[in-house]
């Protein structure tokens, strides 16, 4: 079954801090990983779309890797703000089989920033 | 919201009462998505639109159908209300052909519906 598991389930850090979210997935075939930002009350926004053969990429302060090896996943967030406060998903495309273009969301990773 | 909006924003309604949420969007875009989203889920996929009158189910579309007669509209029915079908709503659209696959999907601000 394909799946999408990211840890932790919650975040709280200091302004001003990094952190790394992590993501893990079986989605097989594989064609990109996306990672969303969700604010309270609002819909997902894209943050990030990287292909099976982009190692990092980078948006702002955020700051994404891929390893297509281990099928393993990191947003990193550089000196963060209070406004990144939100929930981060991580999705991946099913690339075959039934379920062919369908999305896979994680659960999400709550981040809270305190001043 | 890349040009897409949900009506109502806010709905509360008894169980066996039937509910519509409206989809608009003004990119002329092709896909158009509805999503359920519940604690502890991801969010997860009820019905989807590759066209005016081409739909197809999701993977949680029991309880659910769904219409579209113009691009810019998709139409999601609850024919008769549970409790379970409490959650938060999304519509989201997507340009690529082929699904989601190889093109970004862009999400409204969601509904959220109480069913009591």
């Known amino acids: 079954k394909n799946q999408v598991e990211q840890s932790p389930q919650s975040l709280i850090i200091l302004e001003g801090k990094n952190c790394t979210l992590q993501?893990?997935?079986?989605?097989?075939?594989?064609?990109?990983l996306r990672w969303y930002k969700q604010d309270t009350g609002r819909g997902p926004v894209s943050l990030t779309i990287?292909?099976?053969?982009?190692n990092t990429k980078s948006n702002g302060r955020y700051t994404a890797t891929l390893d297509a090896d281990t099928k393993q996943s990191s947003l990193h967030i550089t000196a963060s703000q209070l406004s990144d406060s939100a929930s981060y998903i991580c999705v991946v495309p099913n690339a075959g089989g039934t379920s062919y273009g369908k999305l896979t969301f994680g659960q999400g990773t709550i981040l809270t920033v305190h001043p | 919201d890349a040009g897409i909006t949900q009506s109502p924003r806010h709905k509360v309604t008894e169980t066996g009462t039937p509910v519509t949420l409206r989809c608009h969007q003004t990119e002329n875009h092709r896909y158009m998505y509805w999503y359920r989203q519940d604690p502890g889920h991801g969010l997860r996929l009820i019905h989807y639109?590759?066209?005016?009158?081409?739909?197809d189910k999701g993977e949680v579309s029991d309880g659910y159908s769904v219409s579209r007669s113009k691009t810019e509209d998709f139409l999601l029915t609850l024919e008769s209300a549970t409790s379970s079908q409490t959650s938060v709503y999304f519509c989201?659209?997507?340009?690529?052909?082929?699904?989601?696959?190889?093109?970004?999907?862009?999400f409204g601000p969601g509904t959220r519906l109480t069913v009591t």
């Open positions: 993501c893990n997935y079986t989605v097989s075939p594989f064609s990109n």
């Open positions: 639109s590759y066209g005016v009158k081409d739909t």
């Open positions: 990287m292909t099976f053969s982009e």
């Open positions: 989201a659209i997507s340009e690529a052909s082929g699904s989601a696959l190889q093109g970004e999907q862009y």
